[in-house]
């Protein structure tokens, strides 16, 4: 059982920045692909980042490459997403999700989620 707790999320203008962390409770973080997903209202949830059990390989949705970041520390169980040059279409809850095989941008895949933090971005 993997416990995921989200912070950093609020309110930000457009054009501004906010860095989401995720802690996880299990020393075995390491063993587990990191998820971000985000989900807006009456919309799905989303793929938005995806970072490998080690860190050197991430994937990111067309739709926020070059502006946001995904990074993990094994040795703080902890995974990030640094989100720059802000719009309001980013509005939405943010997951972050584990995955015991892999990156995957599918909801389905993950085996733990988080309970969300909200990002809203003001035009």
């Known amino acids: 059982q993997v416990q995921l707790v989200e912070s950093g999320g609020g309110l930000v203008q457009a054009g501004g920045s906010l860095r989401l962390s995720c802690a996880a409770s299990r020393r075995t973080f390491g063993n587990y692909a990191m998820g971000w997903f985000r989900q807006a209202p009456g919309k799905e949830r989303e793929f938005v980042a995806g970072i490998s059990k080690s860190g050197t390989s991430t994937f990111y949705a067309d739709s926020v490459k070059g502006r946001f970041t995904i990074s993990r520390d094994n040795a703080k169980n902890t995974v990030h997403l640094q989100m720059n040059s802000l719009k309001p279409e980013d509005t939405a809850v943010y997951y972050c999700?584990?995955?015991?095989?892999?990156?995957?941008?599918?909801?389905?895949?993950?085996?733990?989620w988080g309970q969300g933090t909200q990002v809203t971005v003001s035009s």
């Open positions: 999700a584990a995955d015991r095989d892999r990156v995957a941008a599918r909801v389905s895949e993950y085996d733990y």
